[in-house]
């Protein structure tokens, strides 16, 4: 037995031991790229580099460094490349995986010692320099050769006879691809046309053909019956062939591009014609370029890895030749939707990225969706069976089933009810509550829930507790408020019953449900039963201050009328006082009316108001005018205004009406001192304030807001019917302003009317 127990131990281990494979060499690979960081095909290449090198079992730990070549001229180029190279050397990186002709040529041009004794590849390089390779046995790759003559024929496959423009420039690597190009075209096939280089340049080198050019003048909008070439200089090309390029003028034209720098890259968006390229830089980086034939950055990447691998494994370099890069024919779906080539107008052996899978696998995706569907409507008539056959086996069951739930469902039916348990000093409850609520569910122990309860019903809630656990109360409905999820205390009906457990004491069972909306309506119903006795009150108030109010004018009227009218001989003296007081009361009268006739107004919505533009000076001392004899003994009416007058756009018969109420009231209680009516802007300047102050008993704080109220007297023997302070409240609201009171007990009052900024002026 000891024995089977050492043999089954050694073989564990065994097992163990192959299974830890030993953690693989890293291999320290510096990748050098040609331009900036941010150039959008670095993104994919950069990780196709990292994706390709772990195919090919490279553990590689990258750096990347980006000779930004655009921007330096070609000795900073090589200081940069040799202060770069003297910095990474201590880095001591395995391999040099560098990309396209400037970083490749400047890696070598540079001349730092260390770049020879490093293996390295290059790759995505057009127009390698032979001369220069010679002189680094260390540096192989891959060499991506531009087919011209194979892109010029996917042009022809694509468009038909076309005019191909291609950029010229006089950059060294724009003259090699220049002299490639004119080596590869047949020029049975295609005509070679120089003229805007004679024209633009004026380069000696460029004859003028004549012929040639007034042909192309007038035949620019019709399909060519050859295919031509026109080379352009487009750094210095006029106005008028971009715009028409632009406007579509041109619609047998497109632009192939033979290189990449930062100043071709964005030519192609001058055409909306389709646009090629024989480079792989310039493709797939939304400068709308449909397509090419050239070496992608999948492949470049690929074999650029291959060779890496391979001289990392152990191969000598010099075992490993420089070969020429495969390619393969490129288009952009993005783009074919924009141009409005579908699928059946692409040429064979053209792969299109960019495509989405449902357009790419139209087909598969069809059938894989009806089978999907066929089964999806299988497996539902399959699941109806096993329903209709689990339902005919439950029938008897859920009929005994049937009242009672009908019984419960009527008794929690829109109640809100939720149940729950104490037990062992923590409450459950169900997770219909905890969604009601909107938390998370979980248990909540009890001195959590007296923490969630108002503090006014914190200890009453503890004592009731208690008694139930003890076995005191065993049914009872309390109702609290609670705060269960943060939002505010609301308030909650608890009902229960207790059942003792021989393990752990007493259980409490019961049900809760929400009584906020119960409550809030019991405070609308309480708040409207106490506004209708208050109602009812001030209008019974009202009712018998009309009476009192009309029968008062109405007896000094009646009065002196028959006076007046007695065979008493009245002197002169007294006639004239029966005169007056019969007008005064009549105006009493007449001004009472007046207010009921304006709240019947308001209340029916039908108070008219006519707006005019008015000097406010003049208003405020019109009235001023009409009450500086209607002053008491012993009272100053003051008018205070600006000298420069202000124009208001109100209803000057509704404006005199509020601060005639605003005096008449502070005549009413102003026995000493002074009454002034003014106006004046306010500190920000949007409004205007338009006051009457007094220095008269004042109103108390805790009254100050029922002076605005209907039928409201402050003082029941004062003169008036309680109605003008609510009439003006209306009146400032229909003007876009409001009444503001500041008062002191006893020392005065100021009632202000507010007019907007669209009122003034």
Known sequence: MRFLNNVGGVFILLLLALGCKPEAKRSRVLVIQSFRWDDKNYLELNSDIRKELGKNRVNADIRTFYLDCECYMAEEEEERMYNFIDTIRLWKPDIILVNDDQATYTLMKCGHPFVKKVPVVFSGVNFPNWDLLEEYPNVTGSWDKIDYEENLRLIDRQMGKSRIYINYDKTSLGQLAFRELIKAVDTSRYVLDYNQLAFQLNDPDFKVDSMMFRTEMRMKAIRPSKNIIHFMPFRKANGEFLLSNINGTYPYCVF?????????????????????????????????????????????????????????????????????????????????????????????????????????????????????????????????????????????????????????????????????????????????????????????????????????????????????????????????????????????????????????????????????????????????????????????????????????????????????????????EEREQFVKLINTNSDLLLKLINDILDLSRMESGKMSFVFDRHDLNVLINEIYCTFQLMMPEGVELRMRVPEIPVIVAVDPYRLKQVLSNFINNAIKFTTSGYIEVGYYFCTKGDCLHIYVEDTGIGIPEEKQKQVFDRFCKLDEFAQGTGLGLAICQVIAQRFGGEIQLKSEYGKGSRFTLTLPKERIG
């Open 256 to 572: 192939f591009n033979i290189r990449y720098d930062y100043t071709s890259a964005g030519l192609s968006k001058m055409f909306v014609t389709p646009s090629f390229t024989a480079v792989r830089e310039i493709f797939n980086i939304n400068v709308e370029v449909l397509g090419g034939y050239f070496c992608s950055n999948r492949i470049q990447a690929a074999e650029q890895a291959r060779l890496a691998a391979k001289i990392l494994s152990g191969t000598p370099i010099s075992s490993v030749p420089i070969v020429e890069s495969p390619k393969e024919y490129l288009y952009d779906w993005v783009e074919m939707q924009r141009l409005g080539i579908s699928k059946e107008e692409v040429p064979t052996n053209v792969h299109v990225i960019n495509m989405p899978i449902s357009e790419r696998y139209k087909i598969e995706v069809f059938i894989a969706s009806s089978l999907g569907v066929i089964l999806l409507l299988a497996l539902i008539g399959y699941l109806f069976y096993l329903y209709w056959r689990e339902a005919r086996r439950r029938k008897e069951v859920l009929a005994n089933l049937k009242q009672e739930k009908e019984h419960l469902s009527l008794a929690l039916e829109g109640g809100n009810i939720f149940a729950w348990k104490l037990q062992s000093g923590t409450f459950r409850f169900d997770n219909e509550f905890f969604s009601s609520v909107n938390i998370s569910p979980r248990e909540i122990p009890l001195d959590e829930l007296y923490e969630m309860t108002h503090p006014d019903d914190r200890q009453s809630l503890r004592s009731l507790i208690d008694f139930i656990c003890t076995g005191t109360i065993s049914h009872h409905i309390l109702q609290y408020r609670c705060d269960f999820n943060g939002k505010g205390y609301q308030w909650w009906e608890f009902r229960y019953g207790s059942l003792e457990d021989a393990n752990d004491g007493y259980v409490i069972n019961g049900l809760c449900l929400n009584i906020q909306n119960i409550k809030d309506t019991e405070g609308v119903l309480i708040s409207a039963r106490e506004k209708a006795e208050e109602s009812d009150r001030m209008k019974s108030a009202f009712l018998a201050n009309m009476s009192h109010e009309i029968r008062t004018p109405l007896n000094a009227i009646v009065g002196f009328s028959n006076l007046m009218n007695s065979e008493e001989v009245l002197e002169p």
